[in-house]
């Protein structure tokens, strides 16, 4: 897949991906979470991108600030660890774009997946898909989220078949960039374009 240039006057704060493109050499110095590639530093964790700019250097932090406990309407980063018929187990290690550690389970019924009639959730999601979620119940263990709306949804698919990140090529179609495999899902409306965070 093709990860943008990551825009440091638009986008400071911003969640990265690893292998997200931050900068070139020739003006920053990779700091923290970061490795130097072909005259680019890259991010080589998930974090959010810090510039000191009296030191030209460009780090990704990628240490929880505090402990968070998820409330209703927050919205979540995570990835699928699991898919049955009726439900998904997400691993959720972001609420509201901050890290949290430990990280907190939560479950999608198949009938929070999409607005849309599906057979059976990996028609929506796959395990190893990292999801934008939105908590619906905080009272309940593990936490119940929902994908429904725009801006939820899978945010970076792995191919099911040989592991590699895949392309959007339709509403909900994707194809993997390597083998060409095509797959569903239930993708984000910036799916693709390596910002994971939700902008508001
Ligand atoms: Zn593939």
């Known amino acids: ?9 638009k986008d400071s704060e911003k969640l990265v991906l690893p292998g997200t493109r931050l900068a070139v050499t020739e003006e920053f110095i990779g700091g923290f979470g970061t490795y130097s590639e072909d005259n680019y530093v890259y991010s080589s964790v998930t974090g959010i991108v810090v510039i ?3 030191r030209h250097e460009i780090s990704v932090l990628s240490k929880p600030k505090a402990a968070v406990i998820p409330k209703i309407n927050d919205i979540v980063l995570g990835t699928v660890v699991n898919v049955s018929r009726q439900m998904t187990t997400v691993s959720v290690s972001y609420v509201n774009n901050r890290l949290i550690y430990p990280s907190y ?33 905080a009272k309940t263990i593990p936490l119940q989220g929902s994908l429904i709306g725009s801006q939820l949804g899978v ?39 390596g910002n994971l965070a939700f902008k508001t």
């Open 155 to 193: 945010v970076l698919a792995s191919c099911s078949i040989c592991g590699s990140s895949s392309d959007k090529i339709g509403r909900n179609k994707i194809k993997c960039s390597e083998c060409s495999n095509i797959g569903q899902r239930k993708t984000t409306i910036d799916y693709g374009s």
């Open 105 to 137: 389970t939560m479950v999608i019924h198949i009938s929070q997946l999409s607005k849309e009639y599906l057979d059976t959730a990996d028609d929506a999601v796959c395990i190893s898909d990292i999801v934008r979620a939105k908590v619906i119940d």
């Open 52 to 54: 000191d700019l009296e």
């Open 1 to 9: 897949m093709t990860i943008e240039i990551y825009d440091r006057i």
